[in-house]
């Protein structure tokens, strides 16, 4: 037997659970094949990959080489939308879905967490029309947990884990997803940047592989014949993702951090525009 991560879901998964989504996504390129399951355990065992490590830890070292492996992940995801949902599923529900908390009215909310709810009220970040437009798309399979620490990195190749969260989400969930965390993995970049003799990509860097996973995207959507992305829901959910993911790591702080404060900043800047080329 090679040697092998056995999976156990301690709680009962809000999408498909692995078991299930590994069946649907098939042979899709950035993902591992199990080697084993026990369905009625929800224990799964999938291949170990030596000399992997997580692409947070990655993008610590270097999140150009993190950026560019988003960039190649989301690419091969895309043919998740040629794939369909179970229809017995709803969508697992974000965590700042509107109304957003008043902060005057929730007692049990740490530092960073409430000032981060402050902050999304107070600069209306997040809109009525917003969450309808994202509510309006249409539903496609999508992992629904893209972020740092669910994707692997081997010798420069991506591969996607953690897809218990796997079920259907509105068309674009993942690709937004992609594009929020090449933000994230910009920020986490710990070289110090005021060193020329460091190569420290600037954020035009993350945004040349924002728009080139787009136009990827436009390219495998003519090519299949499958509707466009309406581009006022995508930038939606670049903001929903950037502040859930905001929402789960300030859940653990005392207070926000600096390099919140960016990631908020970007936000605005996309709350603010109504068009994404922007």
């Known amino acids: 037997l090679p040697f092998a991560?056995?999976?156990?879901?301690?709680?009962?998964?809000?999408?498909?659970?692995?078991?299930?989504?590994?069946?649907?996504?098939?042979?899709?390129?950035?993902?591992?094949?199990?080697?084993?399951?026990?369905?009625?355990?929800?224990?799964?065992?999938?291949?170990?990959?030596?000399?992997?490590?997580?692409?947070?830890?990655?993008?610590?070292?270097?999140?150009?080489?993190?950026?560019?492996?988003?960039?190649?992940?989301?690419?091969?995801?895309?043919?998740?939308?040629?794939?369909?949902?179970?229809?017995?599923?709803q969508p697992a529900k974000g965590f700042l879905t509107l109304p957003v908390p008043n902060v005057t009215e929730v007692g049990d909310l740490n530092g960073a967490l409430e000032r981060l709810i402050s902050i999304v009220q107070e600069r209306r970040l997040l809109s009525d029309e917003d969450v309808s437009l994202v509510s309006a798309q249409p539903l496609?399979?999508?992992?629904?947990?893209?972020?740092?620490?669910?994707?692997?990195?081997?010798s420069g190749v991506g591969i996607v884990v953690d897809w218990e969260l796997a079920g259907p989400a509105p068309l674009g969930w993942d690709l937004a997803s992609c594009v929020g965390a090449m933000l994230f993995a910009w920020t986490r970049d710990q070289r110090d940047r005021t060193d020329r003799a460091i190569s420290v990509p600037t954020i035009d860097y993350v945004l040349d592989a924002a728009r080139e996973l787009l136009l990827r995207y436009q390219h495998f959507t003519e090519s299949n014949n499958l509707p466009g992305l309406d581009c006022a829901a995508l930038r939606a959910m670049i903001i929903m993702y950037l502040l859930d993911r905001l929402a789960s790591e300030a859940c653990a702080k005392l207070d926000l951090t600096p390099v919140d404060h960016v990631v908020l900043e970007f936000v605005s800047i996309l709350s603010r525009s109504k068009d994404l080329r922007d």
């Open 5 to 89: 991560v056995i999976k156990q879901a301690s709680v009962p998964s809000q999408g498909l659970g692995e078991f299930e989504a590994y069946g649907l996504i098939g042979d899709l390129a950035c993902t591992l094949q199990p080697i084993f399951a026990i369905p009625r355990l929800d224990i799964i065992a999938l291949p170990y990959v030596p000399g992997s490590i997580d692409l947070e830890a990655c993008a610590h070292r270097d999140s150009a080489e993190a950026i560019d492996v988003l960039l190649a992940v989301g690419s091969k995801l895309f043919g998740l939308q040629l794939k369909a949902p179970p229809g017995n599923l």
């Open 140 to 154: 496609r399979l999508a992992h629904f947990d893209l972020k740092l620490d669910n994707i692997l990195v081997a």
